[in-house]
T-cell receptor
Framework: GAGVSQSPRYKVAKRGQDVALRCDPI?????LFWYQQALGQGPEFLTY????????KSGLPSDRFFAERPEGSVSTLKIQRTQQEDSAVYLC??????????????FGQGTRLTVV | DQQVKQNSPSLSVQEGRISILNCDYT??????FLWYKKYPAEGPTFLIS?????DKNEDGRFTVFLNKSAKHLSLHIVPSQPGDSAVYFC????????????FGKGTHLIIQP
């Protein structure tokens, strides 16, 4: 497909379980972002990659959250020892290289994580 | 502390009329503003943006106005159509758009026939 693809669409995890969420960005997109969207809230920034380099991880809420993009394309967000407060929709977005600094990001459909 | 605020959780507008969605921000370093539209079970889709050097940007039925002194922007949709019913997020960036965005909580726009 031509858009950002995320899998799985839905994930139910028992508290304490580790989860891995996958993002396939649009081909050729250099920048990749992860956001967390809690119910009734706007998306909140988690981390940002430029190619394989993680340039900003200031939004990761704890050291249980880890993201990687080893080859500069597909990215994985891993959450260890999930807690109930981790329940949210996790959105991935990518944006192309651009000579203009102002480039909108294209979002995937998100992964809805429910921790029970 | 919310840096981007959308104070109206919902807005109901009659089809054919103008919809005005408002957004306020507190961070004076923001230099690029975007509006995203979101349908249920889908990711946000980009709608329109504006740089801080401008005060207006228009794209078809959608116009965004920026008032830097008031730290306020608004999205105007005219005429409103049933397909415009969605949640609208205001977002801002202080890195020219290439860095992470700061989003508001969203406004649910309902277009009534």
């Amino acid at each position: 497909g031509a858009g950002v693809s995320q899998s799985p669409r839905y994930k139910v995890a028992k508290r304490g379980q580790d989860v891995a969420l996958r993002c396939d960005p649009i081909s050729g997109h250099v920048s990749l972002f992860w956001y967390q969207q809690a119910l009734g809230q706007g998306p909140e920034f988690l981390t940002y990659f430029q190619n394989e380099a993680q340039l900003d991880k200031s939004g990761l809420p704890s050291d249980r959250f880890f993201a990687e993009r080893p080859e500069g394309s597909v990215s994985t967000l891993k959450i260890q020892r999930t807690q109930q407060e981790d329940s949210a929709v996790y959105l991935c977005a990518s944006s192309p290289p651009s000579v203009s600094p102002n480039t909108e990001a294209f979002f995937g459909q998100g992964t809805r994580l429910t921790v029970v | 502390d919310q840096q981007v605020k959308q104070n109206s959780p919902s807005l109901s507008v009659q089809e054919g009329r103008i919809s005005i969605l408002n957004c306020d921000y507190t961070n004076s370093m923001f230099d690029y503003f975007l509006w995203y539209k979101k349908y249920p079970a889908e990711g946000p889709t980009f709608l329109i943006s504006i740089s801080s050097i401008k005060d207006k940007n228009e794209d078809g039925r959608f116009t965004v106005f920026l008032n830097k002194s008031a730290k306020h922007l608004s999205l105007h949709i005219v005429p409103s159509q049933p397909g415009d019913s969605a949640v609208y997020f205001c977002a801002a960036s202080d890195g020219g758009g290439a860095d992470g965005l700061t989003f508001g909580k969203g406004t649910h726009l309902i277009i009534q026939p």
